[in-house]
């Protein structure tokens, strides 16, 4: 059971935060937990929704935003967010089984992707500090100075929602993929 009360529904919800998840819905024809959870503050669902809708306008495409996903929290621990990127993965992004278990150890099966999945893994396991070396092994694979950034703040906003699923322990309404599964 989680451990910061989620509300029920959108008419649940605080009512400056139920046309935001009134947009989710819209969206995603659902509205998890995470987003339900996250209304209870909304500013903090805001920002949420604002830093990740500005995200989807980068150059990195969904496939390596979903492995972006993947690879941080394993990293982190958060079944919640291995459970929806596995489930957004599959069938949003369309990546395979073997690319999901690659992209959960840090890694992918694709080589450009390999490269940003990498560093992502190790900008989140060192809390940012990389070597030069790490930022030039990435940019030598394609990506620009703008991808490496988004990449980044990837992490970030990854890092956000699996800390927030992991304190809350938010309840997974996903099928369920465990860290220590792995």
């Known amino acids: 059971m989680a451990r910061i009360p989620t509300p029920a529904n959108i008419a649940a919800a605080p009512v400056t935060a139920q046309p935001l998840l009134e947009a989710v819905n ?4 659902v509205v998890p937990n995470l987003f339900r959870l996250v209304s209870n503050s909304p500013a903090a669902l805001e920002g949420y929704l604002g830093l990740s809708g500005a995200l989807t306008k980068g150059t990195l495409p969904a496939a390596t935003r979903e492995r972006i996903a993947l690879a941080v929290a394993q990293v982190n621990g958060c079944d919640y967010c291995l459970s929806a990127h596995t489930y957004l993965g599959k069938n949003l992004a369309k990546l395979d089984e073997q690319e999901m278990i690659a992209n959960r150890s840090g890694r992918s099966n694709e080589p450009q992707a390999d490269a940003a999945v990498r560093f ?11 070597a030069e070396s790490d930022v030039r092994d990435v940019r030598a694979a394609g990506y620009d100075d703008a991808q490496v ?15 927030i699923n992991v304190v809350a322990d938010t309840d997974i309404d996903f099928p369920v993929v465990k860290s220590g599964d792995l």
């Open 120 to 130: 992502a893994a190790k900008v989140a396991r060192e809390r940012g500090h990389v």
């Open 26 to 29: 819209k969206q995603l024809g």
């Open 149 to 163: 950034i988004e990449i980044v703040q990837h992490v970030a906003l990854n890092v956000w929602t699996n800390y």
